[in-house]
């Protein structure tokens, strides 16, 4: 069954491409866009830093000191704070790609990174600033809102689901992290060489999706909401610019648009389970709590636009 689904949609797209040539090279040009001018520029050095950090053993005091106090507030052990902030601070899908890291170099658990990915991959500030705030709704001064918005359900529910979890480093990286932290241009080259790989891929995800964003328009529906979310929910880029061209207003695009950026897109989905494949995570839980965060986001958004 899974063969079969494969192949009509692969077929579906072929068949795109060759009747509809100019949108699909205006959609491959808007995704490579994406792609070259927001993710390589900030995605590309971060994911080199990552990777050297990791392997290096730099990184492993400083999160051991920071662990010691929060440790009492979050239930994450010293080798999860790294995945966890820089899936907030620096955005989708280094999240998910650190963590796996982070299992496969032996710093955390596979239980642990198994329950973390599926929080700490997140939309970035900066795109979330930038591209849905400033440039799509026009209304910069919701930063702090938009932010709690996003990034609060997914905290809570981590500390909901392992409340009475312990993570703490694997035995056998207790004892590697005493030795002495290295560097060394054969470390730098495998990480550039890792991060460019990285890029790559994701290059070429949000590409293929922003093709079928740009299918997805060409579908009979009328009602314009249920566009957009399917849209919006195929790859949010596309649909946050699809959602910002109607005529909705603000109480009706900010909490579909907080709905798009929570949930990530069906291309996060995919660029996440491409990140992961090598750590064999399992995607359920993963979508589970992408479903879960993103129900509450847009109660939260919806709450925020219409209040009591």
């Given amino acids: 069954m899974k063969k079969i689904l494969y192949i009509i949609i692969l077929i579906g797209f072929l068949f795109y ?23 390589l520029p900030t995605l590309l050095p971060f994911s080199i830093l990552s990777y050297i950090l990791i392997h290096s053993g730099i990184l492993d005091h400083f999160t051991q000191e920071i662990h010691k106090i ?20 620096f955005g989708f899908p280094m999240g998910s790609k650190i963590t796996a890291e982070l299992v496969q170099s032996g710093k955390i658990s596979y239980e642990e990174g198994q329950r973390l990915f599926c929080v700490c991959n997140n939309i970035s500030p900066m795109f ?16 702090m ?33 005493k030795k002495t932290a290295s560097m060394n241009f054969q470390l730098i080259d495998a990480g550039i060489m890792n991060g460019f790989e990285t890029l790559a891929k994701l290059g070429g995800y949000i590409i293929l999706f922003a093709i079928l964003a740009q299918m997805t328009t060409l579908l009979p529906i009328q009602n314009p909401v249920l566009k957009c979310l399917l849209i919006g929910f195929t790859e949010i880029t596309n649909g946050i610019a699809y959602t910002a ?41 993963y ?16 709450l925020f636009v219409h209040p009591f």
């Fill in 145 to 177: 809102a938009t932010y709690l918005i996003l990034y609060t359900p997914p905290l809570v529910l981590y500390m909901i689901w392992n409340r009475k979890k312990q993570f703490r480093v694997p035995t056998e990286h207790t004892h590697l992290s």
């Fill in 245 to 285: 061209k109607q005529n909705f207003g603000f109480p009706l695009a900010y909490p579909l648009m907080m709905a798009y950026t929570a949930f990530g897109g069906l291309s996060g989905f995919a660029q996440t389970a491409s990140m992961v494949k090598d750590a064999e995570f399992s995607m359920i839980p």
């Fill in 17 to 39: 491409i060759l009747v509809f040539p100019q949108e699909s090279v205006q959609a491959a040009s808007i995704g490579l866009n994406l792609w070259y001018e927001n993710m």
């Fill in 70 to 89: 929060l440790k009492h507030l979050f239930p994450v052990s010293s080798g999860g704070l790294y995945p966890l902030v820089a899936g907030l601070l």
């Fill in 287 to 302: 979508l589970r709590m992408k479903l879960i965060g993103t129900a509450c986001s847009f109660v939260l958004a919806l």
């Fill in 128 to 143: 979330i600033s930038s591209f849905i705030l400033n440039q799509s709704l026009q209304r910069p001064e919701l930063r």
